[in-house]
């Protein structure tokens, strides 16, 4: 009989690497001093017990106001890049800290488009308009070009409300409209309007619904790419998912 050349050589895969998060880091730092003090405290007597106890007190309540302060201007800080798959740090970031074109900017390109100079030159053609009539003429195309900005402006952000799922205090802002964003840079945009909700809960504990058709985006976001075997981040444009400028959508909670 042949020699049992045993199992084919199939080499080990490495074992993952324990990712070390900024919370997991100020958890072990804050443990490790607050158990020192806890035996100082158990060692000593007297006035240097009472003041172990009340830095034990103190320190505790600064690391604490400091967490919080953090957390609310600079939550990103808290995230390992781990946590953001195929989005790189630099693009969560500045989605989490409103990073993008600001609605004034949105503004002033809807102005230009409508006052760009081959459109109003047409429209101010008053070669063939008798003179008694010019000023009628002007009026009317200022009234367009101002309903033109308008519908630029209205058709170039998204309205967003996130009451269904907060409350009656929850937030509602508009974001600039960029048909060709990926999905999972615009769920970021939101997220920062939802902390202390974690990454990746899109799909779990919250979810976006068209106001007007009652469409709910089931199909976007961490599940879709997992599905399709691309991490966590959706990368498929707005325009490819059915999302487009204008649109007033819901943040609720996915029940």
Do not use: C
């Not at 034990?56 to 400091?66: D, E, P, Q, R, Y």
């Not at 109003?120 to 009234?143: F, G, H, M, N, T």
């Not at 937030?171 to 970021?188: C, I």
């Amino acid at each position: 009989m042949p020699e049992d050349s045993g199992p084919p050589n199939v080499s080990p895969e490495s074992p993952p690497r324990k990712t070390y998060t900024p919370l997991s880091i100020i958890a072990l730092f804050f443990g490790l001093v607050e158990a020192s003090l806890a035996y100082s405290f158990a060692e000593a007597s007297g006035w240097m017990q009472i003041a172990i106890f009340i830095f034990m007190g103190a320190f505790g309540l600064g690391i604490a106001i400091a967490f919080f302060a953090i957390l609310w201007k600079r939550p990103w800080v808290f995230y390992p890049p781990s946590e953001f798959s195929a989005s790189s740090p630099r693009a969560f970031v500045n989605a989490m800290a409103g990073g993008g074109p600001s609605i004034t900017d949105v503004a002033a390109g809807g102005i230009s488009n409508a006052l760009s100079a081959k459109a109003l030159l047409e429209k101010l053609d008053l070669a063939d308009v008798p003179v008694e009539q010019r000023a009628d003429r002007i009026e009317r195309v200022v009234l367009e070009v101002r309903e033109d900005a308008i519908t630029y402006v209205s058709n170039a952000v998204l309205r967003l409300d996130a009451r269904p799922l907060i409350g009656k205090h929850g937030p509602q802002w508009e974001e600039p409209f960029d048909e060709t964003m990926p999905v999972g840079a615009f769920l970021d945009r939101i997220l920062l309007r939802l902390q202390p909700f974690p990454p990746h809960a899109y799909g779990t504990a919250w979810i976006l619904k068209n106001t007007a058709s009652q469409t709910v985006y089931e199909d976007i976001g961490p599940n879709w790419a997992q599905r399709s075997k691309k991490g966590t981040f959706d990368d498929r444009s707005l325009a490819q998912v059915g999302i487009k400028g204008g649109m007033a959508l819901e943040v609720i909670g996915n029940r």
